[in-house]
């Protein structure tokens, strides 16, 4: 199953043991569906079981019906299998059990749990100081700063947790990846991050699992990546507390939650803040932030060894299309390599201009390796955001990521000098200067050029930035 389309096995509804199911997503993003029984439910709660692992899901009504029947969403974030027998039921009624096998690679397995279903998680605590990380997003594969920091920084304590909003709506078993623990606890299973923050019931009943999962007496410290997270931190009085400003969050298009009192909150509170572009750094300060860590994003180190003899006639953007994509500069990228293929990798949640060449591609979502293999293969990489302030505080991980794969960058303008001086970036932000810019990168780029930008990159890496915080959270 390629990546972004929709399975074969989420072709129709069926109507099993009274209720019509829908299965629309299933694979290393998650899993997620449409259930519309006969009568309207009792339970807002999906239990889904695939090998030991159980797990139990919110159910959510939407305002639409399918035959007169109410229809209800239900959605599950994290990494499954390849392949699964997946049992969904509700109020112990089974509502469908379903074998799922993707082919292809997988860009994530993630191993069953063991234990017991809703098992006291304190079985997992490892004695030594453990880490907490508050994330925005889940852990899945699109492996953005959030888990690349948090894998890094895995390796400096005894026991590391991850928490996404995920972590927040299902209850079960942890997940575990890669030495790094996801647990599940149904704290506040009607809360968006993005609409509002936590109550003072949901807080502490997150915070009383935190302190059980790290034991009563031993110590950790939290690294939190979002605002309304507050809540919770400071409901953790023997927390070493780190804030990571990734973003100018109450920017964002689908952000209406109140921010700021929180973030101000965080600030003051931390130990350490850590901003990703001198535009962050600068808030922090002025939010009363004691110290402040200038800490870019970063890549992976480069693998010279796996590049092509030959790359293809390809110009490349991986990321998300969203709201501050600037589709103008794309067109303009296209026509200004009229041999070259455009390809976006990456989910695509606005619709594209119809006018678009031909030539530019959509590629809908990758695993991160498949990503990066692209990247590889490609020869210029592009960054095309609308101005603004969003854009201002962005410090982009692709950036970093096209450079350790040898490919000159043409971006607009965004950050501060992070990126600016690197070798083989160029800022462009008018239609012309960009054309300009991607023309002149993907004809005039030499081999020993590529080499040098794999070389700055060298140092530019996720475990470089862990050793600096480490260094500095111990200073």
């Not at 959510?60 to 299998?81: C, E, H, M, N, Q």
């Not at 379903?98 to 017991?116: E, H, N, S, Y």
């Not at 509170?269 to 808030?283: G, I, P």
Request: aromatic share 8%.
């Amino acid at each position: 199953m390629s990546v972004g389309r929709a399975p074969p096995f989420a072709s129709r509804w069926s109507d099993a043991q009274g209720f019509w199911f829908y299965l629309d997503r299933a694979g290393p993003s998650g899993i997620g569906g449409w259930i519309a029984p006969r009568e309207p439910l009792g339970d807002d709660w999906i239990d889904v079981q695939f090998g030991g692992c159980r797990l139990n899901a919110p159910l959510k009504r939407d305002a639409d019906t399918v035959g007169g029947r109410a229809l209800y969403r239900f959605s599950i974030p994290l990494p499954f299998p390849r392949c699964a027998h997946v049992m969904f039921s509700i109020g112990g009624k089974t509502v469908a059990a379903i074998v799922l096998c993707r082919r292809g690679a997988a860009p994530l397995t993630v191993p069953a749990p063991q234990g017991r279903w809703r098992s006291v998680l304190t079985t997992t605590f490892t004695p030594g100081r453990a880490l907490i990380v508050l994330a925005p997003i889940d852990w899945s594969f699109r492996r953005q700063r959030s888990q690349q920091l948090t894998q890094v920084l895995s390796k400096h304590y005894a026991t590391t947790y991850y928490l996404g909003p995920a972590s927040l709506q299902l209850e079960g078993a942890p997940f575990e990846v890669d030495g790094v623990a996801l647990p599940l606890l149904a704290a506040a299973p009607r809360c968006d991050f993005a609409e509002r923050g936590l109550t003072d019931e949901e807080a502490e009943g997150c915070a009383e699992e935190l302190n059980r999962l790290v034991g009563e007496d031993a110590p950790f410290d939290v690294l939190v990546q979002f605002p309304s997270w507050h809540a919770v931190t400071k409901r953790l009085p023997r927390a070493r507390l780190i804030y990571d400003c990734i973003d100018d969050h109450a920017r964002l298009p689908h952000v209406t939650a109140p921010l700021e009192a929180d973030e101000r909150a965080l600030a003051q509170e931390a130990s350490l803040c850590l901003a990703t572009s001198e535009t962050l750094r600068a808030r922090l300060t002025s939010l009363g932030a004691r110290t402040v860590l200038l800490a870019p994003n970063a890549a992976q180190p480069p693998d010279l060894e796996a590049w092509p003899h030959h790359r293809d006639a390809a110009i490349v953007y991986v990321g998300a299309i969203e709201a501050w994509f600037d589709f103008a500069l794309l067109q303009a990228a296209a026509l200004a390599v009229p041999e070259a293929q455009v390809r976006i990798i990456g989910a695509c949640s606005v619709a594209p201009p119809p006018e678009l060449s031909g030539r530019i591609r959509f590629l809908g979502e990758h695993d991160h390796a498949s990503a990066l293999r692209a990247l590889r293969h490609a020869r210029v990489g592009i960054i095309p955001f609308q101005r603004g302030a969003l854009a201002d505080a962005v410090n982009p991980v692709k950036a970093y990521e096209y450079l350790a794969a040898g490919l000159p960058v043409v971006m607009t303008t965004m950050g501060g000098a992070e990126l600016a001086n690197a070798p083989g970036v160029t800022i462009a932000d008018s239609a012309d200067t960009f054309a300009a810019a991607v023309a002149r990168a993907y004809n005039e780029t030499a081999e020993t050029e590529r080499r040098a930008f794999a070389k700055w990159a060298e140092s530019e890496t996720w475990v470089s930035r862990a050793a600096a915080i480490i260094a500095r959270l111990n200073a």
